[in-house]
């Protein structure tokens, strides 16, 4: 090895560039597929041609205001919760972690279901699910506060493990009472509404549509944890560890539950309880060598939304004209492709050649 | 050398849960030197490490570092100040050893995204004195339990703090390494007018590297002293509730064995 142990290639920059370029090059194709596909097939040189268009016509029209608004919100769905997951996965430092384990999906269905119980649809579904996401994190917040978050002056940090354990448990449990709630709606409700509850369950994007306003919290959420990439880093390897290098454990912990809540919240509120996407991708990114979160958390943004761009796609073709709800797509595809990665990385790392 | 109190304590009580662990402590440490904290199990020496980094809240009694109380220093500061070896090693997610050394710039970073060509350099230097060269690139938990300890020793080094808080230094260590690692940090504290603290169960090391020693008796007494004054027989048994025997070799180095 070389005489300076810890070069350029230890920190990986030019891994990282390849990752994101690479990333981004598939988030592009991705667009290009889910714009082409449903349906009616449309070659890519007809995206190509309509996509920026202001030439009214049939292909334009689909284009333009069907699928575009249906790309968009599940590529900012995508990478909303994916982001969510590496940060809950950090946070929690459990890698079975998800954007949903703390509750915020189940809150969120059951003001949803109960508003299609009543009969309303649309915006009104979207609303309360983002109200019933909202009240399940300040509950989780309320009931862990003082022994999963202290504030003050960062004394309180060596109860640390546990303070994790309290917060995951308190989220788990609660997310138990959520689901026994779903049930109860969706054994007393008619049949006309069992299918839309199933599908909002499932996580679906058939009546989505995201603006600005998701892709600028999305874009919020990337800054401010890039921001704190590093504190990141130091934290997954323990929250004792993390506070002898001077970082503020407790601040940094409200921050992270806070942010990666409200980015799960946005998610839900536009296409239901998508699965998968936030388990899955920080794990394939891990493996695939970007554990340092300055490369981890733009690469799995990219990625799930390139992830449910796909998915998305094959929900609308599958069975077409018949549409299936992406988030049984997600594991579908997710899966099988995780497990093969999985084992692939399982090889490599106990190869002998890994070992110097 | 220079004469600065780089810690000291002013009647500090720790206690845990309603068990007092220690009472009315008072010590300083000065620039160079090093103190050496031993007892039985339980005794405290981990929670008086622990309470020196703001880790765990003292009961009462005032912690001094360098000119200022320790409550009034920022927690970057205080790590740039002070830096403490863990007795559990933390793999709780995948890294390399590379990354984890670097890791301990962490406080002197003046980038929130760039490692300087001063930080790697630190690294490097720091994987370079624990013998470790070789293992940059590879992963954390493909690693012995004392090649680990060689690691978490050298991220301490490449923090680069005033004072080392060591707990259990030896812990999984061969011999030859027990030795070598101290005494890296031995030179270190020479060198840079650093101060080191070390809680160990290994007589013999504390009695070969440390100047002072704070024997813990485990009733919230302690005893504290010159290394000579407070290693001896009686002291010993009476910390321990084991006979241990001092053998000295004729050039003024004692060994300590139970009897």
Known sequence: MCAACIDDDTVNQGFALRLLLALTVLAAVSFLVSLGSGSIDLAYSTVFQHLFSSEPGFEQQIIQELRLPRSL????????????????????RNPLADPYILGISGGAAVAALAVILLGLGGAWIA?????????????????????????????????????????????????????????????????????????????????????????????????????????????????????????????????LYFSASLLTATAVTIAGSVGFVGLIIPHMLRLAGARDHRILLPSAALLGGSFLLLADSAARTVIAPRQLPVGVLTALIGVPVFLFILRRSQRINTSPGDRN | MRRDAILSLQSLSLQIADKRLCSQLSLSLQAGTSLGILGRNGTGKTTLLHALVRLHKPHSGHIRLADKPLEQWSQRELACLAGILFQHNLDAMPISVGELVLMGRHPHHTSFWNDSTEDKEAAS??????????????????????????????????????????DEPSNHLDIAFQIRSLEIFQQKIRDNGAALCMATHDINLAARFCDTVLLLLGDGHSLYGQTEQVLTETNLAKA????????????????????
Not at chain 1, 158 to 179: C, D, F, M, P, Y
Not at chain 1, 189 to 194: A, K, R, Y
Not at chain 1, 228 to 251: P, T, W, Y
Not at chain 2, 125 to 140: K, P
Request: hydrophobic residues 50%; neutral net charge; charged residues 10%.
């Open chain 1, 127 to 255: 609303n309360a699910a983002f109200i019933g996401a909202m009240s399940s994190i300040l509950i989780v917040f309320g009931l862990s506060h003082g022994f999963g978050f202290g504030f003050g002056t960062g004394t309180g940090v060596e109860s640390g493990q546990w303070s994790t354990t309290r917060l995951l448990l308190t989220g788990v449990v609660l997310s138990a009472g959520w689901g026994a709630l779903i049930n109860i709606l969706l054994t007393t409700s008619s049949n006309d509404n069992i299918h839309s509850m199933l599908f909002w369950l499932m996580g679906d994007l058939s009546q989505s549509s995201a603006g600005i306003l998701e892709f600028l919290i999305l874009a919020a959420g990337l800054l401010l944890s890039l921001y704190f990439a590093r504190a990141l880093n130091a934290l997954a390897q323990g929250e004792l560890l993390a506070s002898a290098l001077g970082i503020q454990v407790n601040r940094l912990k409200l921050l």
């Open chain 1, 73 to 92: 919100a599940a590529f900012v769905t995508g990478a909303l919760l994916a982001l969510a997951g590496v940060i809950m996965q950090v946070l929690l």
């Open chain 2, 125 to 166: 230097a720091a994987l370079t004195a624990m013998g470790m060269n070789d293992f940059a690139r590879r992963q954390l938990s493909t690693l012995s339990g004392g090649e680990r300890q060689r690691v978490a020793l050298a991220m301490l080094l490449c923090q680069n703090p005033r004072l080392y808080l060591l």
């Open chain 2, 240 to 259: 321990y509730d084991c006979e241990i025997r001092k053998v000295s070799d004729g050039s003024g180095r004692n060994y300590f064995f139970p009897a």
